[in-house]
């Protein structure tokens, strides 16, 4: 890994909530940010490229403004990502579909090519943004718990394959953080999941921007296949 500070840094959704506050993070630190992203305002000194993490065609494209610019990318942070929160039995396909493809795939789509530039350069890390959900499950997110629980299980194959190559694949699992996701929840539900969290509050968008950053440093440079939460407690043994 080089020095921190200096490095193609890829944020997918970087205009607002956790892949804000993970883009702020690595521009102080100096690297060179860049995000994927649909719409909104982006933070000072990121280099934005509009696209969306469903489709392939545009994160090519994306990729190949962003290293035309900052070089190959060295961390990439799988953040974009969306609810459709419903019971099971009302759950349609659609909303399904469009979690899964968002959460899930957009974050292969990503992480593949990325991969390609971390193979030739012999270093790279990849950090996927899961859910304390992806093991303690959540009432109305079967689709959502499922795409997050599918990230570790990518992350850990990605370990398997490409640790050889000086790359390492580590999964970030929130728990309840203060962002629009779930300010959207309704404020029954909100206080059901403060009592729950040893922690006595709901975590910050810079709680998660610091375990990202710190599993893209040198310091980092041995773990590898980790779930590392970032919940107050609120998944503990899950
Ligand atoms: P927000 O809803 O505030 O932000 C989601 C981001 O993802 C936005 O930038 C959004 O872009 C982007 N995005 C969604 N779909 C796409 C797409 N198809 N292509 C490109 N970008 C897309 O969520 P948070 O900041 O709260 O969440 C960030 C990540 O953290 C998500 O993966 C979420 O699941 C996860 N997480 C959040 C928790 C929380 O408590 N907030 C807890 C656990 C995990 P746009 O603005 O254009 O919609």
Request: proline share 3%; hydrophobic share 45%; no cysteine.
């Amino acid at each position: 890994m080089s020095e921190q500070g200096g490095r193609s840094v890829l944020v997918t959704g970087a205009n607002r909530g956790i892949g804000r506050a993970i883009a702020e993070r690595f521009v102080a630190a100096g690297d060179k940010v860049a995000t994927i992203y649909r719409s909104g305002e982006l933070p000072a000194g990121v280099l934005g490229v509009v696209g969306d993490v469903r489709d392939t065609a545009s994160i090519d494209a994306a990729f190949t403004e962003i290293e035309a610019q900052h070089g190959p990318v060295e961390v990439v942070v799988a953040n974009a990502g969306v609810t459709r929160d419903q019971l099971l039995m009302r759950m349609s396909d659609e909303d399904f579909d469009t979690v899964l493809d968002t959460n899930l795939a957009g974050a292969f789509r990503v992480a593949r090519r990325a991969s390609k530039g971390m193979i030739r350069l012999r270093r790279g890390r990849v950090v996927l943004i899961s859910s304390v959900v992806a093991t303690y499950g959540g009432p109305g997110q079967v689709n959502y718990s499922a795409s997050k629980a599918g990230l570790i299980g990518m992350a850990r194959s990605i370990t398997r394959e490409l640790s050889g190559r000086g790359i390492t694949a580590n999964v970030v699992a929130p728990g309840f953080i203060d962002t629009a996701m779930t300010q959207a929840l309704p404020e029954k539900q909100q206080q059901a999941y403060l009592a729950a969290i040893p922690a006595g509050r709901f975590g910050a968008v810079d709680d998660v921007a610091a375990a990202v950053h710190f599993l893209a440093s040198d310091a980092a440079a041995y773990i590898s296949g980790a779930v590392i939460p970032v919940d107050g407690g609120l998944g503990m043994g899950h």
